[in-house]
């Protein structure tokens, strides 16, 4: 965010009607908005914030087909030949930025490197063996290996090369200069809150605005209208990252991912005068489950033990949505779906999946459909019918939130025991309210019912933003919306002033 230029597209001011409105402007959305837009038709993107802002202005940018242990995970459940379909489909991804950076002469700091999953516990040798031999019988240049590049010994890695990374604003702003340049509109500050499906589609901003389309692309990371219940399959995930400088000499040349130590991931990034930037990434935890600050604490003492890095330069989270059966769900919207796709669920892979998504909607928007649509395909049955034991402990879990959080009705008693800095639910005049106090010493209130589907948010204090167990709304101290699937903001309460502690606001 800080080494590429804002963006200030304008908000939807007036009704308008194109061929393809695409709902989110991250990776998926952009990517799809591009494709379609070669193909002659008019799109236009609406982003309720600015564009590549959000997940995938955070991201670590690795453009991988090797997603830690999938394939062996994959041939087992699913067999070979989805195994080789998803391998195929990944690695034309990775190619297919390369192609863009190439055809549009994108400068986003593309290099092509090796990724690595590895260990340095003997124990897991067979199962990272098996895992090479699995991704290289679908289809990958993957090889069990010993040398890593990694300053640690490890015991071994799965390495599979030819895959890269990249800077990914640099690269999303200028797909979304070429789209204009093609004719394409983007808007900004517009948050689309309706979507009524027909021939043709018609979706309304908050403003009342509205866009009629033939087709519609929802790509907001967390779909932020559901027709196919697809939050019963989503799981979110809050993951930190820190990120330092360290002498370009003595930065590893590939990047990295382990599942051991809960996970962590590691890649570097050019900067000027001869350093890179490491990129460490690895800490998690539910929205409204946890806390930012210890994470960020763990990781840093876990870089640095590690790598000869200078001071922690950032420190920054962003959001992933886990499916069930550990693939994304990309297509149509659901089974009565003509002219609504989705995109979601992309796990910690959203760069080569927002691009995967891109040509796989625009290939079925134009009544094709490539190898590999039913992998992806929200619809498929098969593969989550095997993902039930799963799918009923998120669910439990949701419930556990939606009932358990209810009936622990205050988490404390007065506003006045809000320190300053913190925040916390509190029972107000009967209502249950989110609570936080400034460092000045100010109070302010916002309901603390999610306005997804009502489960009660938890404050995270290293992030200072309220968050929603359930399926990872989350929103500011003054309840503006900053990550869905919520559309509307939480209610602002007034605090009676003999309840404020101090100043009310
Ligand atoms: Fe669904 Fe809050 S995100 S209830």
């Known amino acids: 965010m800080e080494t590429s230029r804002t963006t200030s597209y304008p908000p939807l001011a007036e009704d308008l009607s194109v061929d393809v409105a695409v709902v989110g402007g991250g990776i998926a959305g952009l990517s799809t908005a591009w494709e379609l837009g070669r193909t002659g038709r008019t799109v236009a993107v609406l982003e309720a914030d600015r564009i590549a802002a959000g997940v995938s202005g955070y991201t670590t940018a690795k453009v991988t087909a090797l997603h830690t242990l999938v394939y062996g995970r994959l041939r087992r459940r699913q067999g070979a030949e989805a195994a080789g379909l998803y391998a195929r489909s990944q690695q034309a991804a990775v190619e297919r930025v390369a192609e863009i950076v190439d055809t549009l002469g994108i400068d986003c700091d593309f290099e092509r490197a090796s990724a690595y999953t590895y260990a340095t516990d003997p124990a897991a040798g067979p199962v990272l063996a098996a895992e090479a031999e699995a991704a290289s019988a679908a289809g990958l240049p993957a090889a069990y290996v010993k040398h890593t590049g990694l300053p640690f010994p490890v015991h071994g890695a799965v390495r599979v090369d030819h895959q890269a990374q990249f800077h990914p604003r640099k690269y999303l702003l200028a797909l979304a200069e070429d789209i204009r340049a093609n004719g394409g509109s983007i808007f900004e500050r517009t948050r689309i809150t309706g979507l009524s499906e027909g021939t043709p589609c018609r979706i309304t901003a908050e403003s009342g605005r509205t866009v009629t389309a033939r087709d519609v692309v929802v790509a907001t990371h967390y779909p932020v209208f559901d027709r196919a219940l697809l939050f019963t399959r989503l799981a979110p995930r809050r993951e930190l990252v820190v990120a330092a400088p360290l002498s370009a000499d003595q930065a590893p040349d590939g990047m990295y991912i382990t599942e051991e130590e809960g996970k962590r991931s590691v890649r570097s990034a050019p900067l000027a005068d001869g350093q890179r930037l490491l990129i460490v990434t690895g800490e998690s935890f539910t929205p409204g489950t946890g806390d930012a600050g210890a994470g960020f604490q763990r990781l840093d003492a876990w870089m640095r033990e590690r790598f000869p890095v200078g001071n922690t330069a950032y420190r920054w989270a962003a959001q992933d949505n886990d499916s069930t059966d550990h693939i994304p769900f990309v297509g149509p919207f659901h089974a009565a779906a003509r002219h609504t796709y989705v995109a979601t669920g992309f796990g910690g892979w959203g760069m080569s999946g927002g691009v995967l998504a891109g040509q796989l909607i625009a290939d079925l928007v134009q009544g094709r459909a490539p190898a590999w649509a039913a992998l992806y395909d929200p619809r498929r049955l098969k593969s989550i019918l095997k993902e039930v034991p799963t799918l009923i402990t998120q669910q439990a879990e949701v419930a556990k939130h939606f009932v358990g959080d209810r009936l622990r009705t205050t988490h404390v008693d007065s506003v006045a025991e809000v320190a300053p800095g913190e925040g916390a639910v509190v029972r107000l005049n009967g209502r249950t309210c989110a609570v936080y106090r400034d460092e000045e010493g100010s109070a302010r209130a916002v309901s603390a019912r999610c306005t997804h589907l009502g489960c009660l948010v938890s404050f995270n204090r290293g992030e200072k933003a309220w968050e929603c167990p359930?399926?990872?709304?989350?929103?500011?101290?003054?309840?503006?919306?900053?990550?869905?699937?919520?559309?509307?903001?939480?209610?602002?309460?007034?605090?009676?002033?003999?309840?404020?502690?101090?100043?009310?606001?």
């Open 470 to 505: 359930c399926h990872g709304s989350r929103f500011g101290v003054d309840g503006s919306v900053l990550q869905g699937p919520a559309v509307r903001p939480l209610e602002k309460i007034d605090i009676p002033a003999s309840d404020s502690g101090r100043t009310a606001r």
